[in-house]
């Protein structure tokens, strides 16, 4: 027997003045409240500045598409997070990713990545979610490949979906059967 969500979605017509604010701009850019802002509503604040950065990594930043997608499913394998690795390896294998890649990201192995940037991502989201400062060597790799921005950008994602992933799990939300 699943376990129960544990999202407490606020009925429209309870939202505060600030949360019915957010939620009206949230609906507007992005046609629908996704689940992670369902958590992070309950916080109007944070939900907009939430916004605001996953807006930026995932259509403003330096990154490709692949490349964003590739690091979401780096994390979401580092938490666990069935939910959005599901979805977005769903997203990979689209933009042209073999499966292969996903199981040996599953397996604790390096993958075979022939584009140098992408290969470049996953070695430095590898070292930032080790102890310590990581390679000299990969970090300078992904300087040369990636410039400054995209070390950010690769960091930030990290951090950013690193909150969704925790947040889907926290609340047992349910990998979405069209997902599977």
């Known amino acids: 027997m699943a376990e129960p969500v544990r999202i407490k979605e606020i009925p429209e017509n309870e939202l505060s003045a600030e ?6 701009d949230l609906v507007a850019g992005r046609g629908r409240l996704l689940t992670p802002y369902k958590i992070w509503i309950h916080s109007p604040r944070l939900a907009a500045a939430l916004e605001t950065i996953g807006t930026f990594l995932n259509k403003g930043s330096s990154l490709t598409e692949r490349e964003v997608e590739l690091t979401i499913c780096i994390i979401a394998n580092h938490w666990k ?6 979805v977005h390896v769903r997203m990979c294998r689209d933009l042209g990713f073999a499966q292969s890649v996903f199981d040996a990201i599953q397996a604790g192995q390096p993958p075979v990545l022939d584009n140098e940037r992408e290969r470049a991502v996953y070695e430095l989201a590898t070292i930032a979610m080790q102890p310590g400062g990581g390679s000299d060597e990969v970090f300078a790799s992904a300087e040369k490949l990636l410039g400054r921005s995209g070390i950010a950008e690769v960091v930030a994602l990290l951090g950013y979906y690193s909150s969704v992933v925790m947040g889907m799990k926290l609340h047992r939300v349910p990998v979405p059967a069209a997902a599977k």
Request: proline share 0%.
């Open 19 to 24: 949360q019915a604010k957010v939620f009206k």
């Open 81 to 86: 997070g069935d939910y959005v690795w599901t």
